[in-house]
């Protein structure tokens, strides 16, 4: 069963265009990470949300959590090729230490 | 990530064989977590330990696969008599206590033949 839902599960985008991946899930979490993952390599942390309604911005990067902290949403403005990657969700179980990843959204930035 | 070493990068087995893939993680950082990614698939959780306990292995299939993480050493992912469909990137991460953010190695890339 996977409890963490990511979409769409691929995008191919040209260079310059923004993008939004969603996160979602029935259960609350007590945080939820996002990682991105280049091919041959491990998973690298992005962000931490924790506060539902929380929103974080890297650069061109912005992460919402959801109010009732069970979805988070990721949108890139303006992609370039060096944004390509799998971009994975992490959810954190409330007073628990398990975490659970979704299956990613493959993501290509055409120059 | 570099201060989670995972090794060997790569593993050939042949079926049958045993495959042995070693974690350290970052100083400092009590709790491990073994995942398993097979291509173009995200990170499927194997088991969960901290030092000298498994905490959650509700992961892990319950023949040939087994883990420890002892109290001084490297955390070991061990699959006994390896067969094709074990074939797959193996990932370990570490997290301090009471944290819940992952810092991934690069990974060991076990291809049974």
């Known amino acids: 069963t996977q409890l963490l839902e990511q979409s769409p599960q691929f995008l191919s985008i040209q260079e310059g265009e923004n993008l939004t991946v969603y996160c979602n899930s029935s259960?609350?979490?007590?945080?939820l990470q996002w990682y991105r993952q280049e091919p041959g390599e491990g998973p690298v942390l992005l962000v931490t949300?924790?506060?539902?309604?929380e929103v974080k911005k890297l650069k061109r990067l912005t992460f919402q959590f959801g109010d009732a902290r069970k979805d988070s949403s990721l949108h890139i403005t303006a992609a370039q090729p060096g944004d390509t990657g799998l971009y994975l969700c992490?959810?954190?179980?409330?007073?628990?230490?398990?975490?659970?990843f979704g299956a990613g959204t493959r993501l290509f930035v055409k120059a | 990530n570099a201060g989670v070493m995972q090794n060997p990068r790569h593993l050939v087995r042949r079926r049958g064989q045993e495959a042995r893939l070693r974690c350290s993680p970052m100083k400092g950082h009590s709790h491990v977590y073994w995942y398993r990614q097979l291509p173009e698939e995200g990170l499927k959780f194997m088991v969960y330990l901290q030092k000298e306990n498994i905490i959650d292995e509700s992961g892990m299939p319950k023949e040939r696969f087994s883990a420890e993480f002892p109290k001084e050493g490297p955390s070991i992912l061990r699959i006994q008599q390896v067969v094709r469909g074990d074939s797959a990137a193996y990932f370990c991460?570490?997290?301090?206590?009471?944290?819940?953010?992952?810092?991934f190695g690069q990974g060991t890339r076990l291809t049974v033949v």
């Open positions: 991460a570490s997290y301090r206590a009471r944290e819940t953010e992952a810092f």
């Open positions: 259960s609350v979490f007590s945080s």
């Open positions: 949300v924790v506060t539902g309604g």
């Open positions: 992490a959810g954190a179980w409330p007073g628990g230490f398990k975490t659970i």
